[in-house]
Structure formats: structure tokens, C-alpha cells
Nanobody
């Protein structure tokens, strides 16, 4: 069982930046693909960014060029840097781990989930 704990959410003005962190338990973090998802009120949870065990990256079109996903295997941590934030980025952000180390793009492809961290962007 892998436990994921997110942190770094908060309230920020439009145009600002935040960095989310997700720490994973266990010794096999480096073999997992990791993803960041978000869910806004009344909407389905959607993938934002993903990084494979081989550090291939994927970004949703809505965040491409603004968000950066990266990982530090020595710290069992994956990060999501959020830049040029917009009010429409407001959501609960979730970290997820995929035992299959390849990129995953859908909720059902991930095996473990964190509890989420709220990001609110004011206009």
C-alpha cells in the first residue's frame, strides 16, 4: 500500500504561482508513474500533468506552458509548479501513483491517490 500526502495548496491571485508537493511512502517510488489531477466544483476529476518513471512528461492543453511536473526520487516526491495561474485553475488538486511506470492519462489508470489540496485563484 502506498500513501500519498499532498501539500502546498492555498489562495493566490491571478498571475501568481504555487508549487504543490506530494510525498509517497514506500521504497519503489522511482518505478511508479505519477500524476496530478484536479477537480473543480461540479466537474469531473481531470488529469493535469503526468510523469513516467523514465521522466517522460504529459500536460493537459489547458496548462501546457504554465505548469511544470518534476520528481525527486531521492525524496519520494513529485512536484507540480503552477505558474501564471488563472481563476479557472481553482480546484482540489490530487496526486496519484501508477504502479505501471508508463504515462497515464485517466483516473482509472492510477492505483493510489492522495487526499487532495485546495488551490484557489482569485481574480
Amino acid at each position: 500500500q502506498v500513501q500519498l500526502v499532498e501539500s502546498g495548496g492555498g489562495l493566490v491571485q491571478a498571475g501568481g504561482s504555487l508549487t504543490l508537493s506530494c510525498v509517497a511512502s514506500g521504497r519503489t517510488f522511482s518505478t511508479y508513474a505519477m500524476g496530478w489531477f484536479r477537480q473543480a466544483p461540479g466537474k469531473e476529476r481531470e488529469v493535469v500533468a503526468a510523469i513516467s518513471s523514465g521522466r517522460n512528461r504529459y500536460y493537459a492543453d489547458s496548462v501546457k506552458g504554465r505548469f511544470i511536473i518534476f520528481r525527486d526520487n531521492a525524496k519520494n516526491t513529485v512536484y507540480l509548479q503552477l505558474n501564471s495561474l488563472k481563476p479557472e485553475d481553482t480546484a482540489v488538486y490530487y496526486c496519484a501513483a501508477r504502479v505501471n511506470g508508463g504515462l497515464g492519462y485517466e483516473n482509472r489508470e492510477y492505483d493510489y491517490w492522495g487526499q487532495g489540496t485546495q488551490v484557489t485563484v482569485s481574480s
